[in-house]
């Protein structure tokens, strides 16, 4: 009989590891960087749609960049 297990994620000490390497290397995640962290490691969030919400919020910011004549 072959049991699957699901390993058991500490939200609280991964995003802290994650900050913390972030900040290493010199990056600074903000708290929505963090709370996409949080979706993905508790399952609310797939990597792929992490990925798809920083494409539109980085797209979102070139446009407003365009706008105002900054890009």
Do not use: W, Y
Request: charged share 30%; aromatic share 2%.
């Amino acid at each position: 009989m072959v049991v699957k297990t699901v390993p058991i994620v500490d939200v609280e000490q991964s995003l802290a590891l994650i900050e913390k390497g972030q900040q290493l290397a010199g990056h600074f995640p903000d708290e929505e960087d963090m709370g996409r962290a949080r979706r993905i490691l508790t399952g609310e969030l797939s990597p792929e749609a992490a990925r798809a919400e920083v494409r539109d919020a980085l797209a979102q910011l070139g446009a407003n960049e365009c706008a105002t004549g900054r890009g």
